[in-house]
């Protein structure tokens, strides 16, 4: 993945039109939360799947449609929540910073 992340930077500071740099530098803002937020669990101790520290980040899941069988779709969980990704656009918004209050 740093690798993956090195590669986008470069590509940032490269000449590239102004909708793909935005998308690039919210992907990159994303990636370092992403990543601190999982260094910061693994220094907390979280090793298992039913640990409250993991079931209380938002996770995304391809699974099985329990509506339609035979059919795999995306689903997001936070704690006991369980809801179908439903693919809304929201718009390419630049984000300046991922805090606690900004992440719920």
């Known amino acids: 993945m740093r690798d993956l992340m090195v590669d986008i930077v470069d590509l940032v500071r490269s000449e590239i039109p102004k909708l793909v740099r935005k998308t690039l530098e919210a992907l990159i803002v994303l990636y370092v939360h992403n990543r601190d937020t999982v260094t910061e669990l693994a220094e907390q101790g979280c090793a298992q799947t039913d ?54």
């Open 51 to 104: 640990d409250f520290d993991w079931l209380k980040q938002l996770r995304y899941f391809v699974e099985e449609n329990p509506d339609i069988p035979g059919q795999k779709d995306m689903f997001v969980r936070l704690t006991n929540s369980f809801l179908g990704y439903a693919y809304e656009y929201l718009g390419n918004s630049s984000r300046l910073v991922v805090t606690p209050l900004t992440d719920r």
